[in-house]
Nanobody, 127 residues
Framework: DVQLVESGGGSVQTGGSLRLSCAVSRHTASRACMGWFRQSPGKAREGIAAFRDGTAFYRDSVKGRFTVSLDAAANTFHLQMNSVKPEDTAMYYC???????????????????????WGQGTQVTVS
């Protein structure tokens, strides 16, 4: 099985930065799509980014502000959040599934139903 442990959430002011981390229990970087999701109260969980093999995909609302990266030596994925806005306030989750992040074209693995392994979530509050 695969365990994901998140860290790095907290409170930040509008325009500030925050980095979330997701440590993966097994060495999966070469075989897995890593996704980042967020969920606000009363809203559905939305995919905001995905990453595999050095290629990242982003939801339009975070494109240009958020960056996904991989520390392969530590088997840890990061979500760097810059220029944060109050609407970025949410519980953030990392998720993982084996296989590609995309099958081509504009589609990428942004649906929560396409991921089997999940972190516990970390709260981000922007004020």
């Amino acid at each position: 099985d695969v365990q994901l442990v998140e860290s790095g959430g907290g409170s930040v002011q509008t325009g500030g930065s925050l980095r979330l981390s997701c440590a993966v229990s097994r060495h999966t970087a070469s075989r897995a799509c890593m996704g980042w999701f967020r969920q606000s109260p009363g809203k559905a969980r939305e995919g905001i980014a995905a990453f595999r093999d050095g290629t990242a995909f982003y939801r339009d609302s975070v494109k240009g502000r958020f960056t996904v990266s991989l520390d392969a030596a530590a088997n840890t994925f990061h979500l760097q959040m810059n220029s944060v806005k109050p609407e970025d306030t949410a519980m953030y989750y990392c998720a993982l599934d084996f296989g590609p992040c995309t099958t081509g074209g504009a589609w990428w693995r942004s649906s929560a139903s396409l991921y089997h392994f999940w972190g516990q979530g970390t709260q981000v509050t922007v004020s």
